[in-house]
């Protein structure tokens, strides 16, 4: 730390807050004004904090927008810490509580850019399993009900852009009508949870509910596959609230870093 972070109380707790407001922003960034208002310090005292940030590299400036984004030293740091994390065992918890629970396979799905990918999977005890996904396995945001989960979390301006990168392979993998599409995000913003029925595997509904980071962004979800006779409306009623509580919890424990750390 040098004379004038040591000189200001305080400091490290405001450019740690800017550098989360910075994370939470993506790629695009956000503007002085912006993070100005989002953490209520005056202009100057944020354009200095930024400028701290841009010398250690945890923040960069947009050449094209004049906006600040995440810099190069916050991947560097992502990827130090990922050697350290275990997702499924911090998750596993929750994923066979759904899985004993609600009797049918349960998955566990994380954002890969623009793709949800299946890391984890447990099975339930129904003599009817359902396997739409093996771990490890990629879909477009969208069109599996973990993915349309996670696309429908995001916020607005995001949502807009990932839709028209994704929207024609999912139409086109789902062999859905735009419109029918467009109604089932909807549906899922509404509701705080995905259903689908026939998307990817004929005979096959499922329903998925998003998981979000410290910062609020949609990062995964965790889904229930079951037979189409095995979810009535009444029941993907029951299973969305029991995939809620569970998310939540999921959402706890990554927060507070439980069984999140090799040791």
Known sequence: MDNRSA?????LERSLELARLLASHGARGAGLTELSRATGLPHPTVHRLLQRLVDQRLARQLASTRRY???????ELGLAAAQ??????????ALERLAHELGDTAYLVMRSGLEAVCVDRQEGPSPIRVFTLEVGSRRPLGLGAAGLAILAALPQEERVEVLSLVRAKVLEIGKLPPAEFAASIERCRKKGHSFIRNRVTLGVSAVGVAIHNALGAPVGAISVAAVDSRLT?????ALALVLHREAREIERVLKDGGGFYYD
Request: hydrophobic share 50%.
């Open 69 to 75: 984004a995440l810099g190069p030293l916050a991947f």
């Open 233 to 237: 409306a009444a029941r993907v009623t």
């Open 84 to 93: 350290q994390f275990d997702v499924r065992a911090a998750c596993r918890p």
């Open 7 to 11: 000189a200001d109380p305080g400091s």
